[in-house]
């Protein structure tokens, strides 16, 4: 159990008493958004590796055209060509 995990479970769950201050509660979601983010992150970059592995990497799986150099260098997880992925 992390730390923060257990400073939420403990007794510092009525953390209101600083109306002013950031809560312990607004912290945590904070901190929920940014591990889901990580791991969406993860996830993408993961399926890159695989399509690195089969050979799809840098084909389009919509349309099958290549996907441009700079789209791969700005997003190298990108699956989809950017028009079809509007
Ligand atoms: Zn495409």
Redesign the pocket.
Known sequence: MSAVTQARRGEFDDDEHDPEGVTLSSQWSMLAGLLETARAERRRVEAAQARLADGTFGT??????P?PLAQLEARPWRE??????R
Do not use: E
């Open positions: 389009c799986a919509t349309c099958g055209a996907i989809r060509c950017v028009a079809c992925a």
